[in-house]
Structure formats: C-alpha cells, structure tokens
C-alpha cells in the first residue's frame, strides 16, 4: 500500500508542480538567451556606427574633410550594422534552438513515465532473453 501512494505522490508531483517548474525553466533560458545576446538592444542601434568611431567635423570647411568625414561615418555604420547582424543571426538560431528544445523536453516530460517503466521492462527482457 505505502508503495502505491509513493506512485500517487510521484505522478501528482509530475504533472502539477514539476510541470510548472520545467516551465518557469524554460521561460528563464529563453530569457537568458534573448539577453545573453542583447537582441533587442542589437536591433535598436542596428545602424549605429561600429564602436562608435566616426569622424569629427572640423573648424575649417573643406569639400576634400567634408567627403572623406561623410565616407568613413556610412563605412562605420556599415560595418556596425554588418556585425551586429552577425551577432543577432547567432543569437536567433540559439533561440530557435533553445525554444525547440524546451517544446521537446516539455512534450517528452508528458510520456517520461511510460518512457521509464518501459526501458525498465525491455531492460529486464534483454536480461532474460
């Protein structure tokens, strides 16, 4: 009798409190991922010139400044924008793969019992066979 309420307790803690608790887990490793890679800040300074290098106006006005100043602040903003998109193409293929494993593990955790008993009684079957 003791043994079957310990089965009660186990599958009622499986499908209650542990259920909610891989949840609140995977809800976290999504958000550590989504700021791990900083994706939102990433996509608000997409245009940003790269570390901040850009070319400063001078005192004097001269075609030959103003031409070479304006060429090296879109050259950094495209390198910016390059690298950063390099970064949040890393940072969406992580969370893709996180969010697929999450769905797994949380659609696994469903039949692990059943998983379980089963490796248990084809394990003893090899035993014998």
Request: proline share 2%; net charge positive; aromatic share 14%.
């Amino acid at each position: 009798m003791l043994f079957l309420t310990i089965i009660r307790h186990y599958l009622l803690w499986h499908y209650t409190e542990a259920y909610k608790e891989l949840f609140s887990v995977s809800k976290n490793l999504i958000w550590f991922v989504v700021n791990f890679f900083s994706l939102p800040q990433l996509l608000k300074t997409l245009l940003s010139p790269w570390k901040r290098i850009v070319e400063e106006k001078k005192r004097s006005w001269n075609f030959e400044d103003f031409a070479s100043r304006i060429l090296i602040n879109i050259l950094s903003r495209i390198i910016g924008a390059i690298m950063r998109l390099i970064v949040i193409s890393i940072g969406l293929v992580c969370l893709l793969i996180t969010i697929v494993i999450a769905v797994t593990t949380c659609v696994l955790w469903v039949f692990m019992p059943a998983i379980i008993i089963g490796c248990f009684v084809l394990g003893i079957t090899y035993l014998f066979v």
